[in-house]
């Protein structure tokens, strides 16, 4: 049992860096995967990011690769998304979900616990 709690969120300019963070609590594991996705108004939930908490890979969607970058803290169950060069495309809702496998996914079926969001705006 994971439950994902998103905090960093807020409203920035276009060209600001942002670091979203992502606290895992109740029970976590090394194989469990930690993911980002993003959901702008009209538009469907695409994935963002995700990294192993066993192995440390990472792999981005191709719209954030070179400008994003997925982090984690084991020692502190959390993981970041550090956010730079933001426009207004990357204005949306982000998720955290974790997914109870040790490969990584790039699908939203694929992970089983997601947080809440947080609210991103990027103003143009």
């Known amino acids: 049992q994971v439950q994902p709690v998103e905090s960093g969120g807020g409203l920035v300019q276009a060209g600001d860096s942002l670091r979203l963070s992502c606290a895992a609590s109740?029970?976590?594991?090394?194989?469990?995967?930690m993911g980002w996705f993003r959901q702008a108004p009209g538009k469907e939930r695409e994935f963002v990011a995700a990294?192993?908490?066993?192995?440390?890979?990472?792999s981005y969607a191709d719209s954030v690769k070179g400008r994003f970058t997925v982090s984690r803290d084991n020692a502190k169950n959390t993981v970041y998304l550090q956010m730079s060069s933001l426009n207004f495309e990357d204005t949306a809702v982000y998720y955290c979900?974790?997914?109870?496998?040790?490969?990584?996914?790039?699908?939203?079926?694929?992970?089983?616990?997601w947080g809440q969001g947080t609210q991103v705006t990027v103003s143009s």
């Open positions: 979900a974790a997914r109870a496998s040790y490969d990584l996914s790039n699908r939203a079926d694929g992970y089983h616990y």
């Open positions: 990294i192993s908490w066993g192995g440390g890979r990472t």
């Open positions: 109740g029970r976590t594991f090394s194989s469990c995967v």
